[in-house]
């Protein structure tokens, strides 16, 4: 079972789901963040966000060991799709 964290909630959009609970409402789909799932903690740290509280662990790489691919991996240069 997957932990998740009170620090972000999910709401149905594809991609950029993730959202800080100081945000009540996503902008794309319209979710209201009351109704919504907290976020799983690998898929938190995946978006390149940071948590607060991980109670319980030493380290973030518990939840995204080094070989799972983050969202500073993804990174791209923009003239690369020229070629």
């Known amino acids: 079972l997957a932990r998740t964290t009170p620090e972000y909630w999910d709401c149905e959009c594809e991609q950029g789901h993730v959202h800080r609970k100081t945000e009540s409402k996503c902008v794309a789909c319209e979710a209201l963040q009351e109704y919504q799932r907290d976020s799983i903690i690998r898929e938190v740290l ?3 966000l940071e948590l ?3 109670d319980g662990l030493e ?3 518990d939840y995204c060991p080094e070989d ?3 969202a500073s991996d993804l990174y791209f ?7």
Request: charged content about 25%; proline content about 11%; overall charge negative.
């Open 46 to 48: 995946r978006a390149g």
């Open 52 to 54: 607060q509280n991980i």
């Open 59 to 61: 380290r973030q790489q």
């Open 68 to 70: 799972t691919p983050m």
């Open 77 to 83: 240069d923009p003239t690369d799709l020229a070629e």
